[in-house]
């Protein structure tokens, strides 16, 4: 089990298919992570919130679009998905001082058919 | 941000120790080592982390040369279960939502 909890943990979705992917954590941490890892790469960053707000895009396409409503909460939208985004994707957390290491959740296997 | 390099896999056997250097040459006077360990299907995990001279907790050691261009993980005593991916990750120390960018990482297989 992990501090950082991802819903659901498995996602197959049509390419016009609206879903989103959920994260919370309860630990105080104010920095949250989206990553993206495909099969046997490391994981890749897509976003990064620091205080409930975007501090990092990694240049990340807009059918993409993550949001943080609260301290404990984390979301991505996904619309008009291709099959390429098929990946696993991983929400992390850390604390907003310096150093503080990612704590993963378990991640989402989104598979876009 | 510094780049990492690491083995793309590395061998052992149950009760040996485990050595795995990752060579970040262009790391800054801020940047903090960070080693995580993946098994499949699930998100990485924390190990160890350091700034400079050796770290050791309850799992592992970290030992980092005085010109910090490269670090090494020393797992003691491995077992079936410690077969996994290990990344080392470079970072800024300026406060959370850093830009930490994993490796290649390393495949660490244990046998009996």
């Known amino acids: 089990d992990t501090e950082v909890t991802q819903t659901p943990k498995h996602l197959v979705m049509g390419m016009t298919n609206k879903k989103s992917l959920k994260c919370e954590q309860h630990m105080g941490h104010r920095a949250m992570y989206w990553y993206k890892q495909k099969a046997k790469k490391p994981p890749e960053l897509m976003f990064v919130?620091?205080?409930?707000?975007?501090?990092i895009n990694e240049s990340v396409p807009s059918r993409f679009s993550p949001e943080c409503p609260n301290s404990s909460l984390l979301n991505l939208h996904l619309h008009a998905l291709q099959p390429e985004d098929s990946a696993l994707y991983l929400c992390?957390?850390?604390?907003?001082?310096?150093?503080?290491?990612?704590?993963f959740g378990n991640g989402t296997r989104l598979t876009v058919t | 941000l510094a780049k990492t390099t690491q083995p793309i896999s590395m061998d052992s056997y149950e009760g040996q120790e485990v050595n795995i250097t990752c060579s970040h040459n262009?790391?800054?006077?801020?940047?903090?080592i960070t080693w995580y360990q993946q098994f499949p299907s699930q998100g990485p995990r924390f190990i160890i982390q350091g700034y400079k001279t050796k770290v050791t907790n309850e799992v592992a050691s970290l030992f980092i040369p005085a010109d910090r261009k490269s670090s090494t993980l020393s797992l003691p005593r491995v077992s079936l279960s410690d077969t996994a991916v290990y990344y080392c990750?470079?970072?800024?120390?300026?406060?959370?939502?850093?830009?930490?960018?994993f490796g290649t990482g390393t495949q660490l297989k244990v046998e009996l």
């Open positions: 990750l470079v970072g800024p120390f300026t406060g959370g939502g850093n830009k930490l960018t």
């Open positions: 992390a957390s850390s604390l907003p001082q310096g150093n503080s290491p990612l704590h």
């Open positions: 262009n790391i800054a006077t801020n940047d903090y």
């Open positions: 919130y620091s205080y409930e707000k975007l501090s």
